[in-house]
């Protein structure tokens, strides 16, 4: 599948050289370094694929990888690389110089984690009730799933009301 992305800085005078890129290039973790830029970005800056693919060689399972999409935007992944949640990186780590490597990821996964954390309020049931179809078949679906009931939906609480006023669905 994928690699995760991880931007390799130049050393600083804070970390040596040989702490430059924790995550080894080879294996389970494998990265793509997108550029060597001498900032003040933190050192292993990166958004993890999903599914995740772990230490072990296990990948989460496509029905569970909307779950790795909350976590990492909330609480991040330390043992991924990812040690700031996505939704505390400031607007300068996934636009302008490193927008590349990182906007597209960054804004997918914020619209998959604040669907679940704002649209439905972290309700899992009525979030499954909603797009349970879709979270089955794996995170690209129900991204899609989601900015097409966000076009049919937009207001703030509209989508989880609408789809709690359906019929109960017997195969959620």
Not at 18 to 28: A, K, T
Not at 40 to 65: F, M, Q, Y
């Amino acid at each position: 599948m994928g690699n995760l992305i991880v931007m390799a800085l130049a050393p600083s005078p804070m970390h040596s050289a040989s702490s430059q890129c924790m995550l080894p290039l080879v294996g389970p973790h494998r990265a793509i370094i997108v550029g060597t830029h001498k900032s003040n970005l933190p050192l292993g800056l990166l958004i993890p694929n999903v599914p995740v693919l772990h230490a072990d060689g296990a990948r989460t399972p496509k029905s569970d990888s909307w779950r790795d999409i909350v976590c990492h935007w909330t609480e991040g992944e330390p043992q991924l690389g990812l040690h700031t949640p996505l939704k505390d990186w400031p607007h300068h780590y996934y636009n302008g110089r490193y927008g590349r490597a990182f906007n597209m990821k960054h804004y997918q996964q914020r619209v998959v984690a604040t669907e679940f954390l704002d649209e439905f309020q972290g309700d899992e049931v009525a979030f499954l009730k909603a797009y349970g179809g879709a979270t089955r078949e794996g995170h690209t679906k129900l991204l899609k799933a989601i900015l097409a009931a966000c076009r049919q939906h937009h207001r703030d609480g509209e989508r989880c009301s609408h789809f709690a006023s359906m019929q109960p669905n017997s195969s959620t």
